[in-house]
T-cell receptor
Framework: KAGVTQTPRYLIKTRGQQVTLSCSPISGHRSVSWYQQTPGQGLQFLFEYFSETQRNKGNFPGRFSGRQFSNSRSEMNVSTLELGDSALYLC????????????????FGAGSRLTVL | DQQVKQNSPSLSVQEGRISILNCDYTNSMFDYFLWYKKYPAEGPTFLISISSIKDKNEDGRFTVFLNKSAKHLSLHIVPSQPGDSAEYFCAARSISGSARQLTFGSGTQLTVLP
């Protein structure tokens, strides 16, 4: 079955712009979690959506937002981009809410590499 | 405040030898620990996990050890192979407590030299 698909894979923006990233989960998975990966910081949790509702949120400013559609596809948006937003943005899907299941529940996409100039 | 720490950003090991990747955590609520492996241009993939009721879990060449009193876990790869060269992340969560969301470490880049 198809894995987690993230688009676009690479993009370049300038400071002050906004960006929207898309994530299509594995078919049947209703939970989508978003992470930011930067060198030295590892994967930082942004938020999780389940059944179109934000279930959990990490410690990121309000410029970072997301949503989930009825088909479980999710988008995240970053407004007023800053240089420090340059990162790999990963999404992961799971069948049940990520905070309810046990081990190896998250299946990650390949990520969207954002560069802010 | 990093609750999961991987203090070695990189590690180089000769093929056939043992690779030991270390991870420390501070949150005593964590009771489930996982290791993920990530190749460049790919997402992390699950490797192995361990519950806090155990101190060792083995899967083929991969073994994870958990020392709860020291709040330390390690991943052993024996024997190491060039295909193991990747970035490794440890992650932790609480199955029943308040810290249910996966918390990741900063990663260790493993290079296995042929």
């Amino acid at each position: 079955k198809a894995g987690v698909t993230q688009t676009p894979r690479y993009l370049i923006k300038t400071r002050g712009q906004q960006v929207t990233l898309s994530c299509s989960p594995i078919s049947g998975h209703r939970s989508v979690s978003w992470y930011q990966q930067t060198p030295g910081q590892g994967l930082q949790f942004l938020f999780e959506y389940f059944s179109e509702t934000q279930r959990n949120k990490g410690n990121f400013p309000g410029r970072f937002s997301g949503r989930q559609f009825s088909n479980s596809r999710s988008e995240m948006n970053v407004s007023t981009l800053e240089l420090g937003d340059s990162a790999l943005y990963l999404c992961a899907s799971s069948l049940v809410p990520a905070d309810r299941a046990g081990a190896n529940v998250l299946t990650f996409g390949a990520g969207s590499r954002l560069t802010v100039l | 405040d990093q609750q999961v720490k991987q203090n070695s950003p990189s590690l180089s090991v000769q093929e056939g030898r043992i690779s030991i990747l270390n991870c420390d955590y501070t949150n005593s609520m964590f009771d489930y620990f996982l290791w993920y492996k990530k190749y460049p241009a790919e997402g992390p993939t699950f490797l192995i996990s361990i519950s806090s009721i155990k101190d060792k879990n083995e899967d083929g060449r991969f073994t994870v050890f958990l020392n709860k009193s020291a709040k330390h876990l390690s991943l052993h790869i024996v024997p190491s192979q060039p295909g193991d060269s990747a970035e490794y992340f440890c992650a932790a969560r609480s199955i029943s407590g308040s810290a249910r969301q996966l918390t990741f470490g900063s990663g260790t880049q493993l290079t296995v030299l042929p």
